[in-house]
Nanobody
Framework: QVQLVESGGGLVQAGGSLRLSCAASGRTFISHTMGWFRQAPGKEREFVAA????????IYSDSVKGRFTISRDNAKNTVYLQMNSLKPEDTAVYYC???????????????WGQGTQVTVSS
């Protein structure tokens, strides 16, 4: 069982930066792929970024590539999402998630945090 708690969301102006954190419980953090997803009002949940537990490869959606960076600190059981050059269309609730699979598909993720709101004003 993995429990996830996100933090770091807030209100920022366009062009600004935020760093989200996701603290995970449990000893198996190192063997889980960690992902970030987001859901804007009236829209479906979409993949943002993932850090694979095997090999450490990272994957990004095209919409955030070059602006967002996912990283993890296995010693702290924490995964981060550094978001730079934020745009109003990045406004959403951001969710941290975990899976044992090497995947960026939401349905493959077994564990989810409660979400943190990110609002980017124009």
């Amino acid at each position: 069982q993995v429990q996830l708690v996100e933090s770091g969301g807030g209100l920022v102006q366009a062009g600004g930066s935020l760093r989200l954190s996701c603290a995970a419980s449990g000893r198996t953090f190192i063997s889980h792929t960690m992902g970030w997803f987001r859901q804007a009002p009236g829209k479906e949940r979409e993949f943002v970024a993932a850090n694979m537990w095997l090999g450490g490869n990272t994957i990004y959606s095209d919409s955030v590539k070059g602006r967002f960076t996912i990283s993890r600190d296995n010693a702290k059981n924490t995964v981060y999402l550094q978001m730079n050059s934020l745009k109003p269309e990045d406004t959403a609730v951001y969710y941290c998630a975990a899976t044992r699979k090497l995947s960026n598909t939401g349905n493959d993720y077994n564990y989810w945090g409660q979400g943190t709101q990110v609002t980017v004003s124009s």
